[in-house]
């Protein structure tokens, strides 16, 4: 939470700052329904940052990933980015996610009753104007999840923000797939991980150590 705060932090208007402090620290909406905490709540209920926490994982990964694009955008490419909207756009890209999954205990999660008729995306845009935030950072959320968005990218931002978004739920998704192959070929058990750590230490102990390292893992009891 230390980290988001300071990516908050580094947005220059003051106006539009205080709009994302408080869609992050009050996401109420008028359609209400039960909600998980923004530091519980999973990134996806099986596919990226499925676990505990997953959420502000992702998000705090994601901005790294923007303020990384931004500089090469500026720097190699020449262009002109507005990092106001870029941060804006990705720290809230996927708020609501907090109203789409409820737990069910052991670590899983589903999808909530509201997130099964309303996807995450569309509470966004709607809370986003609702709220009053600039219509560039509306096209940011409206467009971040690529196929599934009910349009593409049309500037700069967006564009940044969608690729950002890509890239590290990709890498969640591979990371945990191949590390709950890896686990599942010497127990013949799917295995359920609790966070991004534990995937890498299998995805780690094979690459050094080969099949023995993941049985090593399997064998301390995790």
């Known amino acids: 939470m230390d980290e988001l705060h300071r990516f908050v932090g580094m947005i220059g208007d003051e106006g539009l700052r205080e709009k994302v402090v408080s869609l992050l620290e009050d996401p109420e909406i008028e359609l209400g329904g039960p909600?998980?905490?923004?530091?519980?709540?999973?990134?996806?209920?099986?596919?990226?940052h499925a676990y505990e926490g997953g959420l502000l994982e992702h998000t705090v990964a994601m901005v790294h990933i923007c303020v990384t694009m931004c500089d090469l955008v500026e720097?190699?490419?020449g262009g002109e980015v507005d990092r106001d909207v870029v941060l804006a756009g990705a720290l809230v890209h996927d708020v609501m996610k907090c109203y789409a999954y409820s737990s069910v205990g052991g670590g899983f999660?589903?999808?909530?009753?509201?997130?099964?008729?309303?996807?995450?995306l569309t509470l966004l845009v709607s809370e986003l104007l609702k709220r009053g935030f600039p219509l560039d950072v509306v096209h940011v959320a409206a467009s971040h999840h690529g196929d599934q968005s009910p349009t593409r990218p049309k500037t700069l931002e967006a564009l940044i923000v969608s690729i950002a978004d890509l890239a590290d739920s990709e890498f969640s998704r591979r990371?945990?797939?191949?590390?709950?192959?890896?686990?599942?070929?010497?127990?013949?058990?799917?295995?359920?991980f609790g966070s991004a750590r534990?995937?890498?230490?299998?995805?780690?102990?094979?690459?050094?150590?080969?099949?023995d390292g993941v049985r090593s893992f399997n064998s301390k009891g995790k």
Do not use: I, N, Q
């Open 109 to 120: 999660f589903r999808t909530s009753a509201l997130g099964e008729r309303v996807d995450h």
């Open 75 to 77: 720097r190699v490419y």
């Open 175 to 192: 990371s945990l797939r191949a590390a709950e192959y890896l686990v599942r070929e010497t127990t013949g058990r799917r295995r359920k």
């Open 35 to 48: 909600m998980l905490d923004f530091d519980e709540a999973p990134g996806g209920a099986y596919v990226h």
């Open 198 to 211: 534990e995937a890498l230490e299998v995805l780690g102990l094979k690459a050094r150590d080969g099949w």
